[in-house]
């Protein structure tokens, strides 16, 4: 049996590589199962969300296995494995979803009823999504894998761009179910907040979409500076004029027809990019949207957050002017993106040139020895989308 190596969070600021066990056909539980799948990682990324558990942010255990952005090769497959063979080549929904129950029927994938006994939605290596072992690994279990996975139809193709089919797995799709529930539609002006790798990539939604002016905040020069290379107008949330002086700047009017939240709970008070202020993206945006628009919210926010400040934020209660939104009669939508309802077609935007989302977030390959270097690096604030390459397949490929 082959070894197996994975990324682990040890408590707050600290990551580190460790032998763990190979996987085994069995859940959390250890009930034993022949719907999935073991995969050999091909790529596997870190994530924002991934940063808010290292930070101390969440009640993740010390020893959980991290990554839920997987993509990876079948090397074993249960009896029950009907339409996938050892050998295929297949993007991980971040989602884990049974397929069976009433929420995956509708397509709400990110809140499966029966993968988590805790609460609706599962996920890989994250706290209170079920127990599920995560991917920046070397191998991995996927449960559901008929449901679950989608199979890239070239290998060799698939190769070929396996930098940028590496977002299907979650920002790519996250992006973009925030501008579809923000609304976006041919002509927009949008706003998104964050130039990290989740913003950026709705900021290419948006463009797809067919929004006219794409505008991106964040506080970090970096990232600003990134995404004015990408051909997107930025504003600057440290700066002394408003969120709503700088849009007025750039389009003439004070406001956009839909907005993006693509920072969460970690936000920063504009003006004040040092001081926290977990409800401050979800209020300017209410102040910037104009009246019947739309407000997509696939920042992460959490029910419990230990390293707040207030009492009230360290169980997700925020101070949120929804009488703001009410009274623009904007529409809100919230949670984890359904990856399932939009990875086919943005797989095919990618493999038919139509998207270039590794360039677009700045893709940079890493080892999984280098995943702890990753890790202090993008909570610095690099912009840089970091793919983690566990059995260097990814460096193969011109």
């Not at 506080?219 to 004015?228: F, G, S």
């Not at 997107?232 to 907005?259: C, M, N, R, Y």
């Not at 008070?269 to 409800?279: K, L, Q, R, T, W």
Request: some cysteine; proline content about 6%.
């Amino acid at each position: 049996m082959p070894e197996n190596r994975g990324v682990a969070y040890m408590g707050p600021g600290k990551v580190e590589v460790q032998s763990i066990p190979f996987p085994r056909m069995e859940d959390p539980h250890g009930r034993k199962i022949e719907h999935g799948v073991i995969l050999r990682i091909v790529s596997t990324n870190i994530c924002g969300s991934d940063q808010h558990m290292v930070r101390g942010r969440t009640t993740a255990p010390k020893g959980l296995i991290l990554g839920h952005e997987i993509t990876g090769e079948v090397i074993e497959k249960g009896r029950d494995v009907l339409f996938l063979e050892k050998g295929d080549l297949v993007s991980v929904p971040f989602n884990i979803a049974c397929g069976r129950c009433r929420a995956c029927r509708e397509r709400n994938t990110g809140v499966c009823l029966n993968v988590n006994p805790s609460r609706p939605g599962g996920a890989f290596g994250y706290v209170d999504m079920g127990g599920w072992v995560g991917g920046q690994a070397e191998y991995v279990l996927v449960p559901y894998a008929d449901f679950n996975l989608l199979k890239f139809p070239d290998k060799a193709q698939a190769m070929a761009k396996i930098r940028d089919l590496t977002m299907l797995s979650d920002i790519l799709p996250t992006g973009f179910h925030g501008a579809r529930t923000a609304g976006v539609e041919v002509g927009s002006t949008v706003y998104v907040a964050g130039a990290g790798p989740v913003g950026m990539a709705a900021a290419a939604s948006c463009q797809i979409l067919g929004a006219a002016v794409v505008i991106v905040g964040d506080k970090i020069p970096e990232r600003l500076a990134h995404a004015r290379k990408m051909g997107f107008e930025t504003v600057d949330i440290g700066a002394k004029a408003s969120l709503a002086e700088q849009i007025e700047q750039i389009l003439g009017v004070p406001e956009v027809d839909a907005a993006v939240d693509a920072v969460g709970f970690e936000a920063s008070a504009h003006g004040n990019p040092h001081e926290a202020a977990p409800a401050a993206v979800l209020n300017s945006l209410m102040e910037v949207t104009a009246v019947g628009g739309g407000v997509g919210i696939p920042g992460l926010y959490v029910t419990e957050d230990p390293g707040a400040e207030s009492e009230d934020a360290r169980h997700g209660v925020l101070k949120v002017r929804i009488g703001k939104g009410w009274s623009k009669s904007l529409h809100f939508q919230t949670g984890q993106c359904p990856v399932l309802k939009y990875n086919r077609q943005l797989m095919q935007a990618i493999l038919h040139d139509r998207l270039p989302i590794a360039k677009i977030v700045n893709a940079t390959v890493i080892s999984l020895d280098q995943a702890p270097e990753g890790y202090e690096q993008f909570d610095r604030g690099a912009a840089k989308k970091f793919v983690i390459d566990p059995n260097g397949l990814v460096g193969k490929v011109a």
